[in-house]
């Protein structure tokens, strides 16, 4: 079965600093995997998502995400923070055994200090 | 932009009341979620609903719990007998095909509290 594990509930960064959200995977067939983002009393948006091809992918608001198969990892990065980026982030697998529902991670909750 | 449409977005109920959520999906969205967010956890999977049928549900509670997804109207997720464990944010994903790289679209949740 899949599952997502989220290295980090809270994480802390001063605006223009880098930001590094960790996100492992399992998974027994070739994952799709996500990245959703969370605003206070909001639903979730899809930031990026990776399928096939290529391991690097970019999302919206500038955050890009690199599938590593070796590491099972999917991690969630953006160069340069910027306060409105504040926000819980969810890592996120698809299964496809048993309907497709996604599995998500216990989340990240980003604080950005000016 | 009629993105999925949940409501109401706040409901609080006594308990043994039973809580009734709504979810309108996109339009043209065949696929329904039931996801529950407990605080400071992440979200959970209920259930998953195609029109008059239930596909998987295994996230579901065994009891007091039950969700539809009609032919007409919108999805139903059902709550009898509410406790208050059941107080949570509950949120509705639609999709407009079923595959490992379905985009899942969100309403903005119902959260429900129980007193």
């Known amino acids: 079965a899949q599952s997502v594990t989220q290295l980090g509930s809270h994480v802390s960064v001063s605006e223009g600093a880098l930001v590094l959200l960790r996100c492992n995977y399992s998974s027994s067939v070739p994952p799709y995997l996500f990245w959703y983002v969370q605003y206070p009393n909001q639903g979730l948006q899809l930031l990026l998502k990776?399928?096939?091809?290529?391991?690097l992918v970019k999302g919206i608001n500038g955050f890009e995400a690199e599938f590593k198969k070796s590491e099972t990892s999917f991690h969630l990065t953006k160069p340069s923070a910027h306060m409105s980026d504040a926000a819980e982030y969810f890592c996120?697998?698809?299964?496809?055994?048993?309907?497709?529902?996604?599995?998500f991670g216990a989340g990240t909750r980003l604080f950005v200090k000016a | 932009n009629a993105g999925v449409m949940q409501n109401p977005r706040h409901l609080v109920r006594r308990r043994g009341q039973e809580a009734r959520l709504r979810c309108s999906p996109v339009k043209g969205h065949s696929h329904v979620y039931w996801y529950r967010q407990l605080p400071e956890e992440g979200l959970k999977f209920m259930v998953y609903?195609?029109?008059?049928?239930?596909?998987?549900e295994s996230g579901m509670p065994k009891e007091r719990f039950s969700a539809e997804f009609p032919k007409e109207g919108p999805s139903i997720l059902r709550i009898q007998q509410v406790v208050r464990g059941d107080s949570a944010a509950y949120f509705c994903?639609?999709?407009?095909?079923?595959?490992?790289?379905?985009?899942?679209?969100f309403g903005q949740g119902t959260r429900l509290t129980v007193v």
């Open positions: 996120a697998v698809s299964d496809p055994n048993g309907g497709f529902k996604t599995i």
């Open positions: 609903l195609q029109k008059e049928n239930i596909i998987d």
């Open positions: 994903a639609s999709s407009p095909v079923v595959g490992y790289d379905a985009e899942a679209f």
């Open positions: 990776y399928t096939t091809g290529a391991t």
